[in-house]
C-alpha cells in the first residue's frame, strides 16, 4: 500500500492549548500523538466535531513562544484509551501564524534530521 501523505509524521508527544471555534470559547490542554507540516492528531477529553475550526497553540520544546496554528478538524473518534483522553482527532492546518512558522518547521526538521542519524 502506498503512503498518501505529503509530509512525514512524527510519533511525538507536544503539550497543546486549543479552543474550538464552536459553542463557549473555553481553552483547554491535550498532547499531540503525531504531528507533520501539514497536520496532527490531537488526543482529548472531548469528542470534537467533523468540520469544526480548532485555534491552537504548540509548545515547541526549547522555543520562546507556542506556535499559533489554525487547523480544521477532519476526522474524529474514540481513542480506545481509559483515562483523560477518551478521544482522538485528526486536524489539518489551515495556517501557521508568521511569527511562529520558522519555529515550528525548524523543529520538525530537527526531528526528522535526528531520526536520520539513528538509522545510519
Not at 480548532?54 to 477532519?74: M, Q, R, S, T
Request: proline share 3%; with cysteine.
Amino acid at each position: 500500500m502506498r503512503e498518501k501523505r505529503k509530509y512525514i509524521r512524527f510519533d511525538i508527544a507536544l503539550k497543546v492549548a486549543y479552543i474550538v471555534q464552536r459553542g463557549p470559547k473555553i481553552e483547554k490542554f491535550s498532547i499531540t500523538s503525531d504531528v507533520s507540516a501539514q497536520g496532527m492528531q490531537l488526543l482529548t477529553s472531548d469528542k470534537l466535531e467533523l468540520g469544526d475550526k480548532i485555534d491552537l497553540k504548540i509548545f515547541v520544546p526549547d522555543a520562546l513562544n507556542p506556535a499559533h496554528i489554525k487547523g480544521v478538524i477532519v476526522w474524529s473518534r474514540e481513542s480506545g484509551a481509559a483515562g483523560s483522553h477518551p478521544y482522538i482527532a485528526g486536524i489539518d492546518f489551515e495556517k501557521i501564524e508568521e511569527d511562529n512558522k520558522n519555529t515550528f518547521l525548524r523543529f520538525l526538521c530537527n526531528l526528522m534530521y535526528m531520526g536520520n542519524k539513528k538509522e545510519e
